[in-house]
């Protein structure tokens, strides 16, 4: 069973910045061995791709709304993947989730958090 645990959304006005958190665990869960990622959905519309960074967070991919805007990192030692968000706008605002397994390409994997909210407001 894997647990993903996201935190830190919230209410932020246009131009801010929040940071969210995803903790990963689970008995036999190798977190090392996983891409991880962030999406957000809003209601409506599909999931959609924010960020993934590859297991050893070398390398990134972002969507080309966030790029410039949004870093995904993670820490192997604490189980735990961060989404920093600045510059932040109203159309950031939706439910964000955390992945765990997606490709690098964008394709997500099996694994969900319950997600976190973030608003912005204008």
């Known amino acids: 069973q894997v647990q993903l645990v996201e935190s830190g959304g919230g209410l932020v006005q246009a131009g801010g910045s929040l940071r969210l958190s995803c903790a990963a665990s689970?008995?036999?869960?190798?977190?090392?061995?996983?891409?991880m990622g962030w999406f957000r959905q809003t209601p409506g519309k599909e999931r959609e791709l924010v960020a993934i960074?590859?297991?050893?967070?070398?390398?990134?991919t972002y969507a080309d709304s966030v790029k410039g805007r949004f870093t995904i990192s993670r820490d192997n030692a604490k189980n735990m993947v961060y989404l920093q968000m600045n510059s932040l706008n109203p159309e950031d605002t939706a439910v964000y989730y955390c992945?765990?397994?997606?490709?690098?390409?964008?394709?997500?994997?099996?694994?969900w958090g319950q997600g976190t909210q973030v608003t912005v407001s204008s």
């Open positions: 992945n765990a397994g997606p490709t690098i390409s964008g394709r997500s994997g099996p694994y």
């Open positions: 689970g008995r036999a869960f190798r977190y090392t061995f996983y891409n």
């Open positions: 960074v590859d297991t050893s967070g070398a390398t990134q």
